[in-house]
């Protein structure tokens, strides 16, 4: 028999504000000691009144907006029950009766063409804490930073049907996320975690079949083999009777290549959703909506369209560089300040994005001053610096953002010389200690020509223009 799978995800994702979602506590705790930013709210202390943080509400809007979801313009947040020693107040305060975005749609393209995911809603709500095991010590200790920092979670129908429609998906989250800016987005930091709901039924079947859902995988990697691996496990139990499918909640071994179960699936009554009564309902009114609709990113596609129509750049070009927010800033500053979006694009790509490649950074890492690269494109257009030494330029820029290209190529011996009497020292220099090479250029041996011509210009530090030099040297040796 042919099946078919059904997954639907749940996506958590970390936003990128400041401070936590109901306190005035740093929401980044990278580097901090344990439970250094904590304070009696974030702690669940009984009488701690929670404050929702306004631009929690503003970044949860986003990415409404830019998921195309219905933003409901009177939300509000819900208790969640349950008992965790990661979780102090013992519930989760989160949004279920009114999320602040619904009824959404992400447009994915695979192999098999374009398909539209349903978002069934985007709730906010806090994170919990972390539980440090300690084998030597043989205890556990809890880490309170985490609790209250801000997350969305981001609910699809279960549209999806294959891993690879799953990687295009979350994928296509965070373009989306991080173009509007309010998430990173990085699984392998933790601000994008995704649980899988699964099934599988006969092809053709409208009847889903027992639901697992999975947890615990840390990279885009690890969710596809997680998939292949239950979508096995569910045929083999169907075809095979090996188990009895029952719906659970099932942790991924990434290690060992295996789901467990980890606990039968709660349902939403097991969690006794309320009300919140400590925290206020947000009313969002015209004229804060507007303002973040207004504030929302040009699309990717539309960017691209732009750069090809407006800016003359080709389709290759005008893809690779809207694969990143961050590459797209530095393109357009770059393109303000030197005013050839060929140019532009093409250090871009064959530049900054192999340098990103050679040092196995994301696109999203780029930390670079469009305006200086920009700048570094004039002095080679303008002939004042060779391609070799503004690459190497280029290279310590990526480690000091605080660098001025020309003062810089000034200081290091980067400027290309000017003066053309110095350029035929250096070449007689060259000639008079090769005779051997000048005459087997004379007699016909072309190679001979380009060892001297790389030697001219190792001298001069690579700050000569190629063809003045290759022109100087000719004239020379015509001459001997
Ligand atoms: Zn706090
Ligand atoms: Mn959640």
């Not at 929670?50 to 509000?76: E, F, Q, S």
């Not at 294959?162 to 998906?169: D, G, I, L, R």
């Not at 987005?185 to 039924?201: F, Y």
């Not at 090809?308 to 389709?315: H, P, V």
Request: a negative charge; aromatic letters at 8%; hydrophobic letters at 40%.
């Amino acid at each position: 028999m042919r099946y078919e799978t059904v997954i639907g995800l749940e996506v958590h994702v970390e936003l990128a504000t400041k401070s936590k979602i109901f306190c005035s506590c740093s929401a980044h705790s990278y580097g901090a000691e344990p439970n250094e930013h904590v304070c009696p709210a974030c702690c669940g202390m009984p009488g701690m009144l929670p404050i929702v943080n306004k631009r929690v509400v503003d970044y949860g809007m986003k990415a409404g907006l830019m998921l195309n979801c219905d933003i409901n313009r009177t939300t509000t947040f819900d208790k969640k029950s349950y008992y965790y020693p990661d979780l102090p107040a013992a519930y989760q305060t989160t949004q279920w009766f009114a999320p602040v975005a619904v009824n959404g749609l992400v447009e994915i393209e695979t192999s098999k063409g374009k398909k539209g995911i349903r978002i069934k809603q985007i709730h906010m709500e806090e994170d919990a804490g972390k539980l440090v095991h300690d084998i030597r010590e043989d205890t556990t200790h809890v880490d309170f930073n985490r609790t209250s920092v801000p997350l969305i979670e981001i609910v699809s129908q279960p549209d999806l049907s294959s891993a690879e429609e799953v990687e295009a998906y979350l994928e296509r989250l965070k373009t989306l996320l991080r173009y509007a800016k309010v998430a990173e987005c990085e699984m392998a930091h933790g601000t994008m975690r995704c649980d899988v709901n699964l099934s599988i039924r006969p092809e053709g079947s409208s009847k889903l079949g027992v639901r697992t859902e999975m947890k615990n995988m840390n990279s885009i990697e690890a969710i596809k083999r997680a998939i292949e691996y239950e979508i096995a496990r569910h045929i083999d139990a169907l075809e095979n009777g090996t188990e009895v499918l029952v719906q659970e909640t099932r942790r991924w071994d990434d290690i060992k290549g295996k789901s467990f179960s980890m606990r039968t699936k709660e349902t939403a009554g097991d969690y006794r959703y309320f009300p919140d009564p400590n925290v206020m309902p947000v009313v969002i009114d015209d004229a804060w909506f507007e303002s973040i609709k207004a504030s929302l990113p040009e699309f990717p596609e539309v960017k691209r369209e732009r750069y090809i129509t407006e800016y003359g750049l080709g389709e290759y070009d005008a893809e690779q560089i809207t694969k990143s927010i961050a590459l797209c800033e530095c393109f357009e500053d770059a393109f303000a300040v030197c005013k050839s979006a060929k140019d532009a694009a093409n250090w871009m790509i064959s530049e900054v994005m192999s340098i990103l490649n050679a040092r196995k950074m994301t696109y999203d890492m780029l930390d670079l001053d469009g305006k200086k690269l920009g700048e570094l494109i004039l002095l080679v257009s303008d002939g004042k610096v060779g391609r070799a030494n503004a690459k190497k330029i280029l290279g310590a820029m990526f480690e000091d953002r605080d660098i001025e290209p020309a003062a810089y190529a000034e200081a290091n011996g980067y400027v290309m010389s000017s003066d053309m009497g110095k350029v035929e020292e250096v070449v007689k220099a060259v000639l008079a200690s090769d005779t051997k090479a000048v005459a087997d250029y004379k007699g016909g041996k072309e190679k001979a020509l380009m060892a001297l011509f790389g030697r001219c210009m190792k001298e001069l530090r690579g700050n000569c223009d190629p063809q003045a030099l290759k022109t100087i040297l000719v004239e020379t040796i015509a001459k001997l």
